[in-house]
């Protein structure tokens, strides 16, 4: 357990209402990222942080935004939610050095946006 | 387009024999590569990884195989245990390139018992 929280575990919401996930961690750790998982298609970055407002996007981050104004919380907002947005959203935290670092996995959020 | 990719969406097998799950990638510069276990209702965890200056890693049951010509990195389960009934996740990474780590589409692994 490497003391990452996310809440809420699970949301259903309506098309076009503004959604914040929040995940919380307790280590201090620089990195942090924000994946989806769907079927077919595996865990896709979202964004990610390196630091207090260092933030930077991934593979997927049309359509989300992302906040980091204190070291152990990352927020992952949904503007304005639609229906390609059900996903199960996990947030990651980066530990250890060099080619020894490793991604630890908070314990996901279950979204439906109907 | 999906630079880490795993062709096998599912795998059975029976308990006490080995479980070989594959995974491919495109990215050359790609030299750092793990594997993700995944229960129902749960984050990925970590499970092992290899630095491209090896071409096997072994941690008790599970050893990962890495083939850099081939593009190519396996892990084996031997032997395989009910308990083992997860999807599994390989990733990779580039030293030095954002810091992101890119993950295949995942494999299910059935042990029957």
């Known amino acids: 357990d490497a003391g990452i929280t996310q809440s809420p575990r699970h949301k259903v919401t309506e098309t076009g209402t503004p959604v914040t996930l929040r995940c919380h961690q307790t280590?201090?750790?620089?990195?942090m990222y924000w994946y989806r998982q769907d079927p077919g298609h595996g865990l896709r970055l979202i964004h990610y942080?390196?630091?207090?407002?260092?933030?930077d996007k991934g593979e997927v981050s049309d359509g989300y935004s992302v906040s980091r104004s204190k070291t152990e919380d990352f927020l992952l907002t949904l503007e304005s939610a639609t229906s390609s947005q059900t996903s199960v959203y996990f947030c990651?935290?980066?530990?250890?050095?060099?080619?020894?670092?490793?991604?630890?996995f908070g314990s996901g959020t279950q979204l439906s946006v109907l | 387009d999906q630079q880490v990719k795993q062709n096998s969406p599912s795998l059975s097998v029976q308990e006490g024999r080995i479980s070989i799950l594959n995974c491919d990638y495109t990215?050359?510069?790609?030299?750092?590569f793990l594997w993700y276990k995944k229960y129902p209702a749960e984050g990925p965890t970590f499970l092992i990884s290899?630095?491209?200056i090896k071409d096997k890693n072994e941690d008790g049951r599970f050893t990962v195989f890495l083939n850099k010509s081939a593009k190519h990195l396996s892990l084996h389960i031997v032997p395989s245990q009910p308990g083992d009934s997860a999807v599994y996740f390989c990733?990779?990474?580039?030293w030095g390139t954002g810091n992101q780590f890119y993950f295949g589409t995942g494999t299910s692994l059935t042990v029957i018992p």
């Open positions: 280590e201090n750790h620089r990195y």
């Open positions: 942080s390196y630091g207090v407002k260092d933030t």
């Open positions: 990651a935290i980066r530990s250890g050095t060099g080619r020894n670092e490793k991604l630890f």
């Open positions: 290899i630095s491209s």
């Open positions: 990215n050359s510069m790609f030299d750092y």
């Open positions: 990733a990779a990474s580039a």
